[in-house]
């Protein structure tokens, strides 16, 4: 992973960062379940932004691992290793980038990264999956010579920690 693109543990600290990345630079949607799109940041959605990591990353014992991506030192985006029940020692990737930070290779950076701690946490290997229209990820994959299945718009593919 180049030297500017970190992926620090997710506690208090990292987490209010990662919400001024969030709100200054993704909708709520991008970045956490929401019931209704669009709207924007409110009391409410800045409240469930962090409820929703104080109850995965940052519950006891945690459902995930989530980290705060940083570039040169802020905070652009979160990367997620999450465990599946239903295949044993894999997880599921989740990561997203503020808008203005996409496109700079970050995204690769943090691949590896993931992988990285995939690997540490003992993890097997890992599900990646996104939309057919998400060029940047369909890009990533194939420049690391990943295979994945297209099913109408949904794009999987089982990653490897090795």
């Known amino acids: ?5 970190t992926l ?18 993704a909708e709520p949607g991008e970045v ?33 691992s989530t980290y705060g991506i940083r570039v040169d030192g802020d ?8 465990p599946l029940p239903d295949a044993p020692g894999a997880a599921e990737a989740g990561v997203w980038i503020g808008r203005s930070r996409r496109g700079a290779g970050i ?3 943090v691949l590896g990264g993931l992988l990285e701690r995939a690997r ?6 890992v599900f990646v999956s996104t939309t057919a229209d998400n060029t940047a990820v369909l890009r990533m994959l194939a420049a690391r010579g990943i295979d994945y299945a297209v099913d109408h718009n949904a794009v999987t593919a089982w990653v490897s920690c090795g």
Not at 75 to 82: D, K, N, P, T
Not at 120 to 125: I, P, S, T, V
């Open 1 to 5: 992973m180049p030297v500017h693109v």
């Open 8 to 25: 620090e543990p997710l506690d208090e600290r990292c987490l209010t960062d990662l919400l001024r990345a969030a709100v200054a630079d």
């Open 32 to 64: 956490m379940p929401v019931e209704q799109p669009g709207g924007g940041w409110d009391a409410d959605r800045t409240a469930g932004f962090l409820a929703f990591h104080r109850g995965r990353a940052l519950a006891s014992p945690p459902i995930e």
């Open 75 to 82: 905070v652009v985006g979160a990367a997620r290793l999450c």
């Open 107 to 109: 995204g690769t950076a």
């Open 120 to 125: 540490a946490e003992g993890y097997a290997k």
